[in-house]
């Protein structure tokens, strides 16, 4: 059961320019969010999470914003860089169970 | 300061083969959890283990077993491999199961 989905597979930007990635939920009883940033060859790093409580969670260039509503999440990169080119990984987690994750997007920075 | 170590880095087995991944967290975490990322995927959690038990499972057969340690590290043991149990394995360890999950590298299974 696709819990969490990220529903654009690649994601390409120039650099300077504003990259957001999206996310879709089902499971309304998610109650914390989380982004990871993944390069090849390397474990998922820890990016940058949100609380169901807020509707948005800013740290230095990332930024991501909560609809509850519309069981969405989406994560802001400004400005982007090259070294943001990475699969990011969004994840939702119930009541400090496991998380969930989806299936990633891909994101290229273009110099 | 060490971050979560996985080994092996890669593996190759045959089907119907038994394999064991291990996994020692962060210094300072006490839970570890796995993950299956099958390519192209996300991670997919298998379980969790905190206390040396199994605190949560995902949805995954009974051939995937777990195991975990008084010094925190675990292990995980995938029976009867079948060419599906092809991934990237992924450890993370946090404190107490809360949120600040640090990830290994993964150890890569391919089975043939």
């Known amino acids: 059961d696709q819990q969490v989905k990220q529903n654009s597979p690649s994601l390409s930007v120039q650099e300077g320019r504003i990259s957001i990635l999206n996310c879709d939920y089902t499971?309304?009883?998610?109650?914390?969010f989380l982004w990871y940033k993944k390069y090849p060859a390397e474990g998922p790093t820890f990016l940058i999470s949100i609380s169901s409580i807020k509707d948005k969670n800013e740290d230095g260039r990332f930024t991501v914003f909560l609809n509850k509503s519309a069981k969405h999440l989406s994560l802001h990169i400004v400005p982007s860089q090259p070294g943001d080119s990475a699969v990011y990984f969004c994840a939702a987690s119930e009541e400090n169970n496991d998380m969930r994750f989806g299936a990633g997007t891909r994101l290229t920075v273009k110099p | 300061d060490a971050g979560v170590t996985q080994s092996p880095t890669h593996l190759i087995k045959t089907r119907g083969q038994q394999v064991t991944l291990r996994c020692s967290p962060k210094?300072?975490?006490?839970?570890v959890s796995w993950y299956q990322q099958a390519l192209g995927q996300g991670p997919q959690f298998i379980f969790q283990?905190?206390?040396?038990?199994?605190?949560q499972r995902g949805n995954f057969p009974d051939r995937f077993s777990g195991h975990q340690f008084p010094n925190y590290s675990s292990e995980l043991n995938v029976n009867a491999l079948l060419l599906g149990d092809s991934a990237l394995y992924l450890c993370?360890?946090?404190?107490?199961?809360?949120?600040?999950?640090?990830f290994g590298s993964g150890t890569r299974l391919t089975v043939v």
């Open positions: 499971n309304s009883m998610f109650d914390y």
């Open positions: 210094s300072g975490h006490d839970t």
């Open positions: 993370a360890s946090s404190y107490r199961g809360l949120s600040g999950y640090t």
């Open positions: 283990y905190y206390e040396e038990e199994e605190r």
